[in-house]
T-cell receptor, first 113, second 111 residues
Framework: ETGVTQSPTHLIKTRGQQVTLRCSSQ?????VSWYQQALGQGPQSIFQ???????GRGNFPPRFSGLQFPNYSSELNVNALELDDSALYLC????????????FGEGSRLTVL | AQRVTQPEKLLSVFKGAPVELKCNYS??????LFWYVQYSRQRLQLLLR??SRESIKGFTADLNKGETSFHLKKPFAQEEDSAMYYC?????????????FGTGTKLQVIP
């Protein structure tokens, strides 16, 4: 059983650029969710994907978008980067039938200069 | 809207002492509560969930709906318990399993 993997692990962008983060979910999981974790804070839900559709969203603007692919892997895209987007981005996979039990990747640390 | 509060950023205890990590929540419905843990240089992982009512690594947590609390307890702290602990509340909203995390408490067990 392979765990959740994320890429890249670290990246630096400048304000106004766009970024794509990638996630491979744990085998057998059909739900992927993305979280933003700012320094000193807990993870905050960005959105969740189930069967390639976004089925829920936290309090994040539309410039945060995503995709889920037929193999349940996922992408997080952030357009028009702002300094406050600097954070650790976590991907978590889960089974649709098991509420709240999330399996996390190690995260992608984004720095926006 | 749901909210999770962990009042302590840092909790330092001596090895062998009891541990209690506090968690309070705000939610009008029936909550599903969890504790997640992140050990040094490891990923965030589930420690325990309230519906299973089990003890994991000696930790237990009881849901108190009257006090809206879900405190994490262990009678005797071990050095390997040093980690970051997050309390989390899961709400199912039309299929969206929104999980809200607290800000976390760093547990430091002093040898």
């Amino acid at each position: 059983e392979t765990g959740v993997t994320q890429s890249p692990t670290h990246l630096i962008k400048t304000r106004g650029q766009q970024v794509t983060l990638r996630c491979s979910s744990q085998s057998g999981h059909n739900t992927v969710s993305w979280y933003q974790q700012a320094l000193g804070q807990g993870p905050q839900s960005i959105f969740q994907y189930y069967r390639e559709e976004e089925n829920g969203r936290g309090n994040f603007p539309p410039r945060f978008s995503g995709l889920q692919f037929p193999n349940y892997s996922s992408e997080l895209n952030v357009n028009a980067l702002e300094l406050d987007d600097s954070a650790l981005y976590l991907c978590a996979s889960s089974s649709w039938t098991v509420t709240g039990e999330l399996f996390f990747g190690e995260g992608s640390r984004l720095t926006v200069l | 809207a749901q909210r999770v509060t962990q009042p302590e950023k840092l909790l330092s205890v001596f090895k062998g002492a009891p541990v209690e990590l506090k968690c309070n929540y705000s939610y009008s419905g029936s909550p599903e509560l969890f504790w997640y843990v992140q050990y040094s240089r490891q990923r965030l992982q589930l420690l325990l969930r309230h519906i299973s009512r089990e003890s994991i690594k000696g930790f237990t947590a009881d849901l108190n709906k009257g006090e809206t609390s879900f405190h994490l307890k262990k009678p005797f702290a071990q050095e390997e318990d040093s980690a970051m602990y997050y309390c989390a509340l899961s709400v199912n909203s039309g299929g969206y399993q929104k999980v809200t995390f607290g800000t976390g408490t760093k547990l430091q067990v002093i040898p």
